[in-house]
């Protein structure tokens, strides 16, 4: 019998449509499926499905999901990510490793971004 498998990480979203926008055009995320209701993406071996929330009880101001990305220009990727309607929660760090910073997205889930020094 073959071991357990990762398949996804699974997010709620009020607009589903939105998120994947929000991931694909401020994280290159390839989306695979996109309805009002499901969505389908992948970052490498990542693979995030957003579904759209069973009621209007999904996270607005409290820590849900944290999702953590390597990046290689940290400050391009929250300006793509601010123009799509994230919001820095918290000063970027400069750190002896590199720079470090969490954006607060969509519904309330947290990136944190990672740019190497």
Sequence with gaps: MAAASFRWILQLHKDVPRAARFYSEGLDFTVHVCTLRWAELQSGPLKLGLMQSPN???MQKGHSSLLSFTVTDINQTM??????????DGPIKYEIHGKVAAMRCLDGHILGLYEPA
């Design 56 to 58: 209007d009880h999904v």
């Design 79 to 88: 300006t793509k990510l601010m123009a799509l309607g994230g919001e820095l």
